[in-house]
């Protein structure tokens, strides 16, 4: 093992979060590589380990093509059932939403599926932005019978939808959830400041109210996640 080596990468490393600290802000580019090198009297290789290891913190973001910025911060969230609100004010950070649509639609074939809708049956559809700290994390994407939720379009959606639930007698009981990986689409990569076809988090969501199981079906939910500022984390056991 190159003792000297590694105590020269973690060296920089903390020269640079340093450097962070002092004199950017959240969105701020970071000097260049060649720039680091020379300040730091180190070879390249050495930066460009010490800044992977804060991109992987999550204290830094790559954006390709344009260089390296200072983080908005990294949510890090176990899977659980938990609103927006509470899961990012558990990680510490200060939610907000903007609402982006709030309407009535025909909804996909997956979403119809799920909550018993017939052919060409219409649901709300409630899209918003939501943001951390005043930073874009996700874009989030419900739909919702309006047989069980009448007048939901008409209430506050910038706070917790799963309260507005509630509030009309059918609170979210459990839920069935995948998480893949994708290339954010135009429209969404506008939306949280990402460049077209940059990696992100897919959340499927399928949501029940009611205690019988399985439940009735109250909502049908696509989120859509940056990558850099959103990360799962799960405690598994043997089994």
């Given amino acids: ?98 609402v982006i649509t709030a ?11 799920h909550l018993g809708l017939a052919a060409g049956q219409e649901a709300y559809q409630v899209r918003r932005l939501r943001l951390a700290n005043g930073a874009p994390v996700s874009v989030d994407e419900s739909w919702l019978p309006p047989a069980l939720v009448p007048g939901l379009l008409s209430e506050d959606l910038t706070g917790s939808l799963y309260r507005a639930l509630a509030a009309f007698g059918h609170p979210v009981q459990h839920a069935e959830q995948t998480v893949e990986a994708a290339a954010a689409p135009d429209e969404t990569a506008a939306l949280l400041d990402i460049e077209p076809g940059s990696p992100v988090l897919l959340f499927r969501r399928r949501s029940f109210t009611g205690q019988e199981d399985p439940g009735t079906p109250i909502e049908y939910a696509v989120s859509t996640y940056r990558s850099d500022r959103y990360q799962v984390s799960m405690r598994l056991g043997v089994g």
Avoid: C, Y
Wanted: hydrophobic share 45%; charged share 25%.
């Fill in 103 to 113: 309407l009535t639609a025909v909804p996909p074939a997956a979403a119809a599926e």
């Fill in 1 to 98: 093992m190159d003792t000297a080596g590694e105590l020269k990468h973690v060296w920089v490393r903390k020269q640079i979060q340093d450097l962070v600290a002092a004199s950017l802000r959240p969105g701020d580019a970071l000097l260049g590589e060649r720039q680091l090198e020379e300040q730091f009297g180190v070879s390249r290789i050495t930066v460009r380990r010490a800044i992977s290891d804060l991109v992987q913190d999550g204290a830094l973001v790559r954006i390709k093509g344009k260089g390296t910025f200072v983080s908005h911060g990294l949510v890090r969230s176990t899977l659980h059932l938990a609103s927006f609100n509470e899961d990012m004010r558990a990680a510490g950070f200060e939610p907000s939403t903007r």
